[in-house]
């Protein structure tokens, strides 16, 4: 399968710094990505679907201003958590589309945000 | 809105044993999928089950869906403890209405020896 890679794997940062996560597709063209965050022993909440050179489109709650996603190519996405909490500390992880008609994304293999 | 939801939410088994996993979602959708996910690591794939009556397998696993239902089964035969890990089912359209996957609640897994 299509290969999406996500950095860091894990990050440690003081509260109220931003912290910016890169999700790649390596082997394909994404047209779409999709961010998820996932609180220990929870089921994945989608955050938001980011379309290449256009605005993300967030879930309801999900708070536009501090989890920024710019998704300025086919083959990366950003999310950048802007001065992070410890209440923002979580596991997130994207996953790409590779195009239109197809079935299937590909998820990434996380990252861990720990806020102190 | 769409829900998914699984039964149960942890499941303890011994190795040898059979057993299912439900996965129930509110709305119309023509297509589901499985993942495996291991503590501390993202999703791997199972099964993408694309219409009613599907069903596929893969080893000890094999997944069915029923869209009139809405319902989809996850079945465990003879358990080993290498399957220990939280399963996760996802409803979604890719390029329909919603162009996003919603994901049910997970079942824990623990086959003990």
């Known amino acids: 399968g299509a290969v999406v890679s996500q950095h860091p794997s894990w990050v440690i940062c003081k509260s109220g710094t931003s912290v910016k996560i890169e999700c790649r597709s390596l082997?394909?063209?994404?047209?779409?990505m999709f961010w998820y965050r996932q609180f220990p022993k929870q089921s994945l909440m989608l955050m938001a679907t980011?379309?290449?050179?256009?605005?993300?489109?967030?879930e309801q709650g999900v708070e536009k201003d501090k989890f920024l996603i710019n998704h300025a190519s086919l083959t990366l996405s950003t999310l950048t958590v802007t001065s992070a909490h410890p209440e923002d500390s979580s596991f997130y992880i994207c996953?790409?589309?590779?195009?239109?008609?197809?079935?299937?994304?590909?998820f990434g293999q996380g990252t861990r945000l720990t806020v102190v | 809105e769409l829900k998914v939801e699984q039964n149960p939410l942890f499941l303890s088994m011994q190795e040898g044993k059979n057993y299912t996993i439900y996965c129930n979602y509110s709305?119309?959708?023509?297509?589901l999928y499985w993942y495996r996910q291991d503590p501390g690591k993202s999703l791997e794939s199972l099964f993408v089950?694309?219409?009613?009556?599907a069903v596929k397998q893969e080893g000890r696993l094999m997944a069915s869906l029923d869209t009139k239902a809405r319902l989809s089964t996850l079945h465990i035969t003879a358990a080993v403890h290498d399957l220990s890990a939280t399963y996760f089912c996802?409803?979604?359209?890719?390029?329909?209405?919603?162009?996003?996957?919603?994901f049910g609640t997970g079942t824990l897994l623990a086959v003990q020896p």
């Open positions: 996953s790409a589309r590779v195009s239109r008609g197809v079935t299937e994304a590909f």
């Open positions: 082997d394909f063209q994404a047209t779409t």
């Open positions: 980011s379309n290449e050179g256009s605005k993300a489109t967030y």
């Open positions: 709305t119309t959708s023509d297509r």
């Open positions: 089950l694309l219409s009613n009556g």
């Open positions: 996802a409803v979604g359209n890719y390029g329909g209405a919603t162009n996003k996957l919603i």
